[in-house]
T-cell receptor, first 111, second 117 residues
Framework: KQEVTQIPAALSVPEGENLVLNCSFT??????LQWFRQDPGKGLTSLLL?????REQTSGRLNASLDKSSGRSTLYIAASQPGDSATYLC??????????FGQGTELSVKP | GAVVSQHPSWVICKSGTSVKIECRSL??????MFWYRQFPKQSLMLMAT?????????EQGVEKDKFLINHASLTLSTLTVTSAHPEDSSFYIC?????????????FGQGTRLTVV
């Protein structure tokens, strides 16, 4: 059974810092991995999608890496801003198109 | 990206009543939609896979008679919480893909906050 773990559960950093969020999964037989952002009481916004054959994806200040063999992914956020404060979720996709989510990392960027 | 819309965004209902939540794909057709549930400070748990024109596939432990799913068209799936009880209070979110394959991006609705009193 696929299990997805995110570390840390919460993170507080001063504005301008670079930071890394971690995601690990137990079963490497995935189709892709997706990172999402969730603001309090809101739905999910897709940030980056990495296919199983890819190593990384970049979008603006965000860079996500994937090491499928070791079951790990990281989300790197450069030059963090207060507007980046949210919960970040990673999810892996299996054959049926189902997403298995981690518990999320609650990020707070202090001005 | 593709747009998925949920309605209502929040609802309060009395214990014992039923509540219907709609999930629409606004600019694409979705043969498959997914329904998730999220408790406070917890992650999303998949409840069921909604298949257009056929019965939904429920995850283990999810009561199909309590959570009725209908996917009557390629742009609309509904989740009905029947005889709701306070323990059903949660955040319900749907998702869909504009291309019916696992290796594509999933888009999510804005979620529905259900409170049963």
């Amino acid at each position: 059974k696929q299990e997805v773990t995110q570390i840390p559960a919460a993170l507080s950093v001063p504005e301008g810092e670079n930071l890394v969020l971690n995601c690990s999964f137990t079963d490497s037989a995935i189709y892709n991995l997706q990172w999402f952002r969730q603001d309090p009481g809101k739905g999910l916004t897709s940030l980056l999608l990495i296919q199983s054959s890819q190593r990384e994806q970049t979008s603006g200040r965000l860079n996500a890496s994937l090491d499928k063999s070791s079951g790990r992914s990281t989300l790197y956020i450069a030059a963090s801003q207060p507007g980046d404060s949210a919960t970040y979720l990673c999810a892996v996709c299996n054959q049926g198109g189902k997403l298995i989510f981690g518990q999320g990392t609650e990020l707070s960027v202090k001005p | 990206g593709a747009v998925v819309s949920q309605h209502p965004s929040w609802v309060i209902c009395k214990s014992g009543t039923s509540v219907k939540i709609e999930c629409r794909s606004l600019d694409f057709q979705a043969t498959t939609m997914f329904w998730y549930r999220q408790f406070p400070k917890q992650s999303l748990m998949l409840m069921a896979t909604s298949n257009e024109g056929s019965k939904a596939t429920y995850e283990q432990g999810v009561e199909k008679d309590k959570f009725l799913i209908n996917h009557a068209s390629l742009t609309l799936s509904t989740l009905t919480v029947t005889s709701a009880h306070p323990e059903d209070s949660s955040f319900y979110i749907c998702s869909a893909r504009d291309i019916p394959a696992p290796n594509t991006e999933a888009f999510f609705g804005q979620g529905t906050r259900l409170t049963v009193v």
